[in-house]
């Protein structure tokens, strides 16, 4: 379907087009105006975002080349409830204190990858705490919950899968739906704000917000879902057996985020390059094309574009030499360097801790399964003994040694 906005028809070529609550009025908009100001919510239930936050960040980024204004709203206020979207049961409740400090640091996550300060297409961060810590709850029940009607609210996904699966929906949880359509409203208010995009999972509380613009009287409102970001087997992308990819180089390295797109199914190539990257349409075709061994070229295309995008050049290019360095010139120099001490060598340092500190694995038990199954490695050999101890001979006069969990992730051990 071909639009008169250059911005749909181009998120809708990339595959970033999911649904819409009114496509024809919104490209109308979107054609006619060049000053539209859309927002895209994320909860704070963590100290960063992780890989399935990607595509929301990308429409951001997007937004902006097409010279629009996207506000980022950080839930400050709706993280102490907690989305019960796609959630089997309720989460857990987090501290005020918790909650400040994983605002503060997703905060510095997105400055990295969306451009945030005064100018026309300039993004703006914003805490819907600012507003609902300060509602009247009854008040609140009668201006705005007067509007809403709970028949239709058990008819949502994120409410009606609960109940199907006779598992608890808390009324604190079913309150949600009510505040994020009040944040649309609240954002309308402050900034003219007519579109709110967010993920497929989003579109029942979207169009609360939508219905009670309209219920308010405010100038039409417009929603816009994107597909989640799913693997070839149609799985959530965004999580390995060792957690998270998060997308904070604290939390992750930056090496071990390249690695996690290198690895990608093959059928998800050319996907998540029109999803996650800037790459053109024509060179991700001439990428697909690729076949049997030569898509791995394509995948390093993908990471380290990806790469770019959340931790800089820099870091995106040391990835690719170090990966390239390890795996097809058998060269570990350029590996993520994990630093001890010389008193914890020559004391002796457990091999399952020391899969554990790395960050190889995410736990000791996870790190003593890979020992038994032959998947660990020190300098290239295999170590199939739990109680195996790393000393100064393990280094054989060398500066590091090389310490492997599996194939695909590795870590440059030195001595300090």
Request: charged share 25%.
């Amino acid at each position: 379907m071909k639009h008169k906005s250059e911005f749909l028809n181009f998120i809708q070529e990339r595959g970033y087009l999911y649904q819409c609550t009114n496509i024809e009025g919104l490209d109308q908009l979107l054609s006619e105006n060049n000053h539209i100001v859309a927002y895209i919510g994320f909860d704070c239930t963590a100290p960063s975002l992780h890989a399935g936050h990607l595509i929301q960040i990308m429409m951001l980024r997007h937004l902006q080349k097409f010279g629009y204004k996207p506000i980022v709203l950080l839930g400050g206020g709706t993280t102490k409830i907690g989305d019960p979207s796609g959630k089997d049961k309720a989460r857990s409740f987090l501290s005020i204190k918790d909650i400040s400090e994983n605002i503060s640091s997703i905060k510095k996550t997105l400055e990295k990858m969306t451009s945030f300060d005064d100018g026309k297409t300039d993004a703006v961060i914003v805490n819907n705490a600012d507003w609902l810590d300060n509602i009247k709850y009854i008040d609140f029940l009668r201006d705005i919950g007067a509007y809403f009607s709970v028949n239709r609210m058990l008819s949502f996904d994120s409410v009606k899968t609960r109940l199907d699966r006779e598992q608890t929906l808390s009324f604190l949880e079913f309150n949600y739906m009510l505040l994020q359509a009040y944040d649309f409203t609240e954002l309308n208010k402050k900034y003219d704000c007519r579109l709110q995009i967010g993920g497929s999972d989003q579109w029942g509380n979207i169009v609360n917000g939508i219905e009670l613009g309209k219920k308010l009287n405010l100038p039409e409102l417009f929603g816009l879902t994107t597909p989640l970001l799913l693997n070839a087997q149609g799985k959530k992308m965004g999580k390995t057996e060792s957690g998270a990819v998060w997308l904070d180089d604290n939390m992750l390295k930056p090496y071990d985020y390249w690695q996690y797109f290198r690895n990608v199914d093959d059928q998800d190539v050319g996907r998540f390059l029109r999803l996650l990257t800037d790459v053109s349409i024509d060179e991700i075709k001439k990428l697909e094309s690729l076949k049997d061994q030569e898509i791995n070229e394509a995948k390093k295309v993908l990471a380290t574009e990806v790469t770019k995008i959340c931790h800089g050049d820099k870091e995106a290019e040391l990835a690719l030499s170090a990966a390239v360095s390890a795996f097809e010139n058998e060269d570990s120099s350029l590996l993520p360097d994990y630093i001890i001490k010389k008193a914890q060598v020559a004391s002796g340092i457990s091999l399952v801790n020391l899969l554990r500190d790395t960050g190889l694995e995410f736990s000791k038990c996870a790190a003593k399964r890979l020992i038994q199954g032959n998947g660990c490695k020190v300098n290239d050999n295999i170590i199939n003994n739990v109680s195996y101890i790393i000393n100064f001979e393990s280094f054989k006069g060398q500066p590091f040694i090389k310490l492997s969990a599996g194939k695909k992730r590795h870590v440059k051990v030195v001595v300090d």
